[in-house]
């Protein structure tokens, strides 16, 4: 597809149109009336936001179809539905029937967007990483170094987690950021050192998913920011999930 005029605005609102009627078809399938609650308009802008992160990604990374369409699956499963199955376990939210609905719907827009991100929006020129290649630099990477320090940084986002989320939620009412972490490691119905390593499970999975942009990006520092930019503007849309579920 062409990555320049209106082509550049009409692919991702394209891809965001897919998103929500992959999804609002999904629940309609299993749910008749929690589709008629859900907001198409909501689904639609997520997915806008979804297409325009992706896209830099697409653009920029010299990875086959194949590659492509496996690792957005697992970007897009790791920090959607199974971050928001640890976080829900975490806040000690019911697993209810409506959850799980919505989480299905998820799982299988997370699918169908992948496959047509690399179809609907522009590849580089170059397409040379395969899903071998890139196995062979995971295994290169990860050595007994590597996994250490992995382990480190998902215990950092653990505590980065705990003190932000402190920080920020008002409905704690401790004046210290400490005590606010505190109030969040002690609400049921699991224990601190479940919390903490619930949060250590999902920061080392999101570092794991991570890592072949750091393994296998091979254009020039600016292009590196213009894709860490836009998988943060994805990370941010991940990190929403009441709003995103129930909407």
């Not at 369409?69 to 697993?95: A, D, E, M, Y």
Request: aromatic share 14%; hydrophobic share 55%; glycine share 6%.
């Amino acid at each position: 597809m062409s990555s320049s005029g209106i082509w550049k605005y009409i692919a991702p609102t394209s891809l965001g149109a897919a998103y929500a009627i992959t999804k609002m078809l999904s629940i309609r399938a299993l749910d008749p009336e929690l589709a008629i609650a859900q907001d198409f308009t909501y689904q639609f802008l997520a997915g806008i936001l979804l297409g325009f992160a992706l896209r830099p990604v697409t653009s920029q990374i010299y990875w086959k179809r194949t590659t492509s369409i496996i690792f957005f699956s697992l970007f897009l499963l790791i920090l959607g539905p199974i971050g928001q199955l640890l976080r829900q376990r975490i806040w000690g939210i019911t697993f209810d029937e409506t959850f799980w609905l919505l989480l299905f719907a998820e799982i299988v827009a997370a699918f169908v967007v992948s496959i047509l991100a690399s179809i609907i929006l522009p590849v580089a020129h170059q397409q040379t990483i395969s899903p071998g290649l890139l196995l062979r630099r995971y295994k290169k990477e990860l050595s007994p170094s590597g996994i250490l320090k992995m382990f480190g940084c998902a215990l950092l986002y653990a505590f980065s987690f705990l003190i932000f989320q402190s920080i920020f939620d008002e409905s704690f009412v401790s004046p210290s950021w400490i005590g606010r972490s505190q109030e969040l490691l002690s609400l049921p119905p699991i224990s601190a050192q479940e919390k903490i390593l619930l949060l250590w499970l999902q920061g080392f999975l999101n570092i794991l998913i991570m890592l072949p942009l750091f393994i296998v990006f091979l254009r020039e520092k600016v292009e590196l920011i213009v894709v860490f930019g836009s998988l943060s503007l994805l990370w941010q849309f991940s990190h929403r999930p009441l709003q995103i579920f129930n909407a």
